[in-house]
């Protein structure tokens, strides 16, 4: 009697944990995602009649302040209309800019991305310069460079050499980086370009080389984000999916980014344009994913759970809310979204709609 009173109770306690989970997932594949709306008073007018050139990357600091990388790779005769802007600009929360530096002797022209880490650094990827760069917040101190400004990881040392994938502190085109907001370990996704090196690079704090690891399957390994589930999560920008993996570079699961052409070709095979996972960041709470489809001129919103696309923004265009080739993503700890475009050479903040 005891013996089947407590069957009875164990087979209730699991259908009732079964039913918990099969209500989680099922909630996760249905939920309906936030609506998002272009924020058109964000930033404020640039001061001094300044000129952006093309964006490579945008981050947000604990403080929700906003830093752009400008190319500064303006058309001739731009300049005529006004001044050169510098090559990080900060902006507050209401989109004022409260700080900007440049530095062409320390920085490279064609900044791809950047990253704030828990001590307020400014960490700053340039392709194909060859290097990382972590700076002050203020960026008045170059307090880090990993890599040599130049000298890239080939067989000749110039980006038309023969790429090596070196276990060492050396760089090709790195187009990415974070910091582990656990161990400070520095991950730098070293792939750009099709042509170079394609590996995720791991470095300590002073910048000693740890390991590697390079990704199947990838043509260019374009960006990566360290989740607080502390896994890695990797664009395949070509090969449209997100590849996640352990912090040894074990691949654990793979999100698809799935995209279709408004306009399907007349004949031939369809052509990406830029890819559809070009990259990425997390809602505050992580449960959603945002990401760069350039091929669809869009940000797709994927549940981080079950890794289906539950939503999407944006369209090809210039309007305000509208992208020409966005580049960069970053979301702030209330929930805004920041778009850098490169090619459109704007930065968008997108927030919730409330109605």
């Known amino acids: 009697m005891k013996r089947s009173l407590f069957n009875a109770r164990a087979g209730a306690v699991m259908a009732i944990a079964a039913a918990i989970v099969g209500a989680h997932v099922a909630e996760a594949q249905t939920r309906t995602p936030p609506r998002y709306e272009a924020d058109v008073n964000w930033p404020k007018p640039l001061p001094n009649r300044w000129v952006l050139g093309g964006l490579g990357g945008v981050c947000v600091d604990a403080q929700n302040h906003v ?84 000298v890239v990881d080939s067989s000749d040392g110039t980006v038309k050499g023969t790429p090596l994938n070196s276990n060492a502190a050396i760089f090709f085109m790195p187009s990415s980086i974070q910091v582990d907001r656990q161990s400070g370990d520095v991950y730098v996704s070293d792939g750009e370009g099709a042509g170079g090196n394609r590996r995720i690079a791991v470095f300590n704090a002073r910048g000693t080389f740890l390991r590697q690891w390079q990704p199947d399957g990838m043509e260019t390994v374009h960006c990566l984000a360290i989740g607080k589930d502390g896994l890695v999560y990797v664009c395949n920008r070509n090969g449209s999916r997100i ?50 489809n350039q091929n669809s001129a869009q940000i797709e919103i994927i549940d981080r759970e079950s890794g289906k696309v539950i939503g999407a923004f944006g369209r090809s265009g210039t309007f305000p809310g509208q992208f020409n080739q966005p580049h960069g993503i970053a979301v702030d700890s209330r929930g805004n979204i920041y778009i850098a475009e490169n090619r459109g050479r704007r930065i968008h903040k997108f927030r919730i709609a409330t109605r």
């Open 243 to 292: 590849q996640v993996y352990d912090k040894m570079g074990v691949l654990k699961r793979t999100i698809q980014v799935p995209w279709t052409p408004v306009t399907p070709p007349g004949d031939g095979p369809i052509q990406p344009f830029g890819g559809s996972a070009v990259a990425i960041d997390f809602s505050p709470d992580e449960s959603l994913i945002f990401v760069i």
């Open 67 to 150: 830093f752009i990388l400008n190319r500064q790779d303006v058309l001739e005769g731009e300049l005529n209309t006004g001044r050169l802007a510098p090559q990080v600009i900060e902006f507050d929360p209401e989109g004022n800019v409260v700080n900007s530096w440049a530095d062409p002797k320390l920085l490279d022209p064609r900044l791809h991305s950047c990253h704030v880490d828990t001590d307020n650094n400014v960490w700053i990827a340039s392709s194909p310069s060859g290097m990382v760069q972590k700076y002050t917040h203020d960026g008045r101190t170059l307090l880090l460079q990993i890599g040599k400004k130049g």
